[in-house]
């Protein structure tokens, strides 16, 4: 990168506390950085374990965008909720008229231009107008195998999902996702690239045409 620094633009007019807008130039840059971070060999950001990121393996990844994508239909909306290699894989395979959108913590993914959309599942209403009940299918991996994470997730999935809806998450999280976004168990379980010691389940709200 140039040791040149692009000033931040500030906008008075802006409501947020004056709060700083990176210029395009900047941006651009920035997304430029961000780019030099991906694996040649994965094409994605590489794993940052401080904010619990496993991406799947393959073939996981490849099953469940094809899963969405015989839910969905043609000019269909997916959301991807904090599991971005399921969008990385639904965007080698979806035709041009599905809309797919990978709501992140991690600013990385930048790098996926406009479908990208900015997440912190603290603040888990907190997302673009337009978004309620927008979208045929919600794949989500909540960050966190805790209670307090699946519950503030499951506020965003039944936000944005018009009805079907794809969870991954630890089996010790079963009883709770029932509970709050009535799913059940499909045989098919996640896999991941590295490796987790704990026990990942796949879990629906519909009968699955592909997760067995």
Same mark, same amino acid.
């Given at each position: 990168?140039?040791?040149?620094?692009?000033a931040?633009?500030?906008?008075?007019?802006?409501?947020?506390?004056?709060?700083?807008?990176?210029?395009?130039?900047?941006?651009?840059?920035?997304?430029?950085?961000?780019?030099?971070?991906?694996?040649?060999? #994965?094409? +994605?950001?590489?794993?940052?374990? #401080?904010?619990?990121?496993?991406?799947?393996?393959?073939?996981?990844?490849?099953?469940?965008?094809?899963?969405?994508?015989?839910?969905?239909?043609?000019?269909?909306?997916?959301? !991807?909720?904090?599991?971005?290699?399921?969008?990385?894989?639904?965007r080698?395979?979806?035709?041009?008229?599905?809309?797919? &959108? !990978?709501?992140?913590?991690?600013?990385?993914?930048?790098? @996926?231009?406009?479908?990208?959309? @900015?997440?912190?599942?603290n603040?888990?209403?907190?997302?673009?107008?337009?978004?309620?009940?927008?979208?045929?299918?919600?794949?989500?991996?909540?960050?966190?195998?805790?209670?307090? !994470?699946?519950?503030? /997730?499951?506020? /965003?999935?039944?936000?944005?999902?018009?009805?079907?809806?794809?969870?991954?998450?630890?089996?010790?999280?079963?009883?709770?996702?029932?509970?709050?976004?009535?799913?059940?168990? !499909? #045989? @098919?379980?996640?896999?991941?690239?590295?490796?987790?010691?704990?026990?990942?389940? &796949?879990?629906?709200?519909?009968?699955?045409? +592909?997760?067995?």
């Amino acid at each position: 990168m140039s040791d040149d620094t692009e000033a931040v633009v500030i906008d008075p007019d802006d409501d947020d506390d004056n709060a700083p807008r990176l210029s395009a130039a900047t941006l651009a840059a920035l997304q430029e950085f961000y780019a030099e971070q991906i694996s040649e060999d #994965q094409s +994605m950001p590489k794993e940052d374990w #401080q904010l619990s990121q496993f991406w799947y393996d393959d073939k996981t990844a490849q099953l469940l965008a094809e899963e969405a994508l015989a839910i969905t239909g043609d000019g269909g909306r997916i959301a !991807c909720l904090s599991c971005p290699s399921v969008y990385r894989k639904l965007r080698e395979f979806a035709r041009d008229n599905v809309s797919i &959108c !990978c709501l992140e913590y991690d600013e990385r993914f930048s790098i @996926f231009g406009n479908d990208f959309v @900015f997440y912190d599942y603290n603040d888990p209403l907190n997302l673009p107008e337009g978004f309620e009940k927008a979208f045929d299918v919600v794949v989500a991996d909540p960050p966190f195998l805790s209670e307090e !994470c699946l519950r503030k /997730t499951a506020v /965003t999935v039944k936000h944005l999902a018009k009805d079907r809806v794809i969870l991954c998450t630890g089996a010790v999280m079963e009883d709770l996702a029932k509970e709050l976004l009535s799913v059940v168990s !499909c #045989q @098919f379980k996640p896999s991941h690239s590295n490796g987790l010691a704990n026990e990942f389940n &796949c879990y629906t709200n519909y009968k699955p045409i +592909m997760l067995f």
